[in-house]
């Protein structure tokens, strides 16, 4: 049978539900963001097709999946037209995107069901590889990338979300991660995604970007927790403009202080833990007593130093760094002047 296949430019261009009918476990490890799972087999019945087709062969695998396809047809429908409703709120004309790991039988299935309903079923050419493809070589384009660096504490993520305010195009890597980055990085945040989805949404977000504006980014190690930063990209970072932002003491303690000391104690002291060696033993303990009796300015500068020995480390051999002093600055729209001008 017939079906309409989209390539993937036209695919993401039209209105309507997108719906990933490939397994839990697929989906969770990579999909197309803003995309609703609704999957034709569950993780052990796509296992036990599998494993069919291997031993028997196609024609037995699909008999299974028919089986299968049976059993939850009414299922399926009840969260097909779920979403679909949903989406009939906000637009007339609806094309209802369908993907699954090729763009074979799966999303085929699921075609074919909704055009016995009169509906527009869309498949995606080539599936969620294609678009994976997609991903990975948007990587590798030519980006004009500005780092912003500073030492733990100099307000790196506030300029950027200032920078976001203002209509700049960004990119919170730290955000999409999840982490930031240091040991104290998971604290109070949701859990990372997996690699491919975090790079399923940075490539998205370039997508929306002008290639010849500049792209604002903070300055990272190649790793945010267990997320890796694309390794195309992270070589366009090393060898971009670079901002340095420049804080006192005073300051970096203030914005640590006002960051971490929300948190529980134990979870802020298993984070010193983790460092212990790095730290030493008497930093540690001074640490782990300060999380205690809640003095903070005392904790901040237990690790300060350690970071900032990590970071200057890091810098070395750093070329084409501006330097932005925001000393006892507010984050306002004259800050947004001076790196204009900086630039």
């Known amino acids: 049978m017939y079906f309409k296949r989209k390539e993937l430019e036209k695919f993401r261009s039209l209105n309507g539900p997108l719906i990933d009918v490939r397994s839990p476990n697929e989906y969770y490890k990579g999909h197309m963001p803003n995309s609703i799972n609704i999957p034709l087999f569950d993780n052990d019945e796509r296992s036990i097709i599998g494993t069919i087709y291997k031993k028997d062969g196609r024609e037995k695998a699909v008999i299974e999946g028919l089986k299968f396809f049976e059993k939850k ?3 399926l429908l009840d969260n097909l037209f779920i979403n679909i409703n949903t989406h009939k709120k906000n637009n007339i004309e609806l094309s209802i ?5 090729r763009g074979g039988m799966r999303s085929q299935s699921i075609a074919w069901l909704l055009e016995k309903y009169k509906l527009n079923p869309i498949i995606l050419k080539g599936g969620y590889k294609t678009y994976r493809r ?17 030492k733990t504490g100099t307000g790196k993520t506030r300029l950027l979300s200032l920078l976001e305010r203002y ?15 240091s040991t104290f990085g998971g604290l109070g945040m949701k859990e990372q995604p997996t690699n491919e989805q975090f790079e399923n949404k940075i490539g998205e977000k370039l997508y929306s970007f002008k290639t010849s ?3 604002y980014v903070e300055a990272e190690s ?15 970072m090393k060898k971009s403009k670079r901002i340095e932002i420049l804080r006192s003491e005073s300051n970096r303690l203030k914005e640590l202080i006002d960051t971490y000391s929300v948190f529980k104690k134990e979870e802020l002291q298993e984070s010193v833990l983790r460092i212990k060696k790095r730290l030493g033993p008497q930093r540690t303990k001074i640490a782990i007593e300060s999380i205690k009796e809640e003095k903070w300015d005392l904790v901040c500068r237990s690790v300060l130093d350690y970071y900032d020995r990590c970071y200057e480390y890091e ?19 004259k800050i947004i002047e001076i790196i204009n001008n900086l630039l």
Not at 137 to 150: P, Q, V
Not at 167 to 181: P, S
Request: hydrophobic letters at 35%.
């Open 73 to 75: 047809l009414e299922l």
């Open 167 to 181: 209509k700049y195009q960004t990119i919170d890597l730290e955000g999409f991660a999840c982490h930031r980055g």
């Open 134 to 150: 997609w991903i990975i070589d948007s990587f590798s384009k030519k980006w004009n990338i500005i780092i912003i660096g500073g």
């Open 97 to 101: 995107r369908l993907y699954c790991s």
């Open 213 to 215: 504006k500049n792209i």
């Open 315 to 333: 810098k070395v051999g750093k070329e084409n760094i501006l330097l932005l002093d925001l000393t006892d600055r507010k984050y306002d729209e």
């Open 222 to 236: 190649a790793n945010i927790g267990k997320c890796k930063i694309p390794h195309e990209f992270f070589n366009q």
